[in-house]
């Protein structure tokens, strides 16, 4: 069974411009959670979104938006990218809600510059 | 005031001994779950080990238990038998809320560096 798969697993941008990160949940899962890590902040949560729905959201600017496929894939975006958004996205996908288990990709490493 | 709190910012063990890592929580939802992730340097986040509040008995997944003190708010986990490989970053983690109100999310502490000496 393949895991939660993250793309890019690299990124490096300039100010100013967006980015689209995307996650494949692991097949079956339709709750897909994002999260900022970054050494400062440590991890925090952005917004989780089931069945096409965002059913949560953290304390981010608009800026960071996000949406989910019917195929349960979820795409996450930042506009206007400030060098404080330099950080290792993760998501996680869990099977109905964050039960039991909460199983996270590999993580996009998105450097602002 | 932190939901999460790990004491431990890193640990040094020697290989094959077992080593506690701490976790305290507060939280006033009496539905609630704690989670051990570990973190190598890889980046991603490899769930270990869960433990619901309303679970008598403690969680314990291989080399991983969970010695759960719910009066004392406390989750920490216990590697026995430490290997090499689980030199990494620890992070106990927290959901509160039901999933029914959409209020679910995974709110983390500062982690523990753990360092397994050979």
């Known amino acids: 069974k393949a895991g939660v798969t993250q793309t890019p697993r690299y990124l490096i941008k300039t100010r100013g411009q967006q980015v689209t990160l995307s996650c494949s949940p692991i097949?079956?899962?339709?709750?897909v959670s994002w999260y900022q890590q970054t050494p400062g902040q440590g991890l925090q949560f952005l917004f989780e979104?089931?069945?096409?729905?965002?059913?949560n959201k953290g304390n981010f600017p608009g800026r960071f938006s996000g949406r989910q496929f019917s195929n349960s894939r979820s795409e996450m975006n930042v506009s206007t990218l400030e060098l404080g958004d330099s950080a290792l996205y993760l998501c996680?996908?869990?099977?109905?809600?964050?039960?039991?288990?909460?199983?996270f990709g590999q993580g996009t490493r998105l450097t602002v510059v | 005031a932190q939901k999460i709190t790990q004491t431990q910012p890193g640990m040094f063990v020697q290989e094959k001994e077992a080593v506690t890592l701490d976790c305290t929580y507060d939280?006033?939802?009496?539905?609630?779950?704690l989670f051990w992730y570990k973190q190598p340097s890889s980046g991603e986040m490899i769930f270990l080990i869960y433990?619901?509040?309303?679970?008598?008995q403690n969680a314990t997944e291989g080399r991983y238990s969970l010695n759960f003190q719910k009066a004392r708010k406390s989750a920490n986990l216990v590697i026995s038998a430490s290997q090499l490989g689980d030199s990494a970053m620890y992070f106990c983690?927290?959901?509160?809320?039901?999933?029914?109100?959409?209020?679910?999310?995974?709110?983390f502490g500062t982690g523990t560096r753990l360092t397994i000496i050979p």
């Open positions: 433990q619901g509040s309303y679970d008598q």
């Open positions: 939280t006033s939802d009496p539905s609630y779950g």
């Open positions: 097949s079956g899962h339709r709750s």
């Open positions: 983690a927290m959901r509160e809320g039901l999933p029914d109100f959409g209020n679910e999310k995974l709110t």
């Open positions: 979104y089931f069945s096409e729905t965002q059913r």
């Open positions: 996680a996908s869990s099977q109905n809600r964050v039960n039991t288990e909460a199983f």
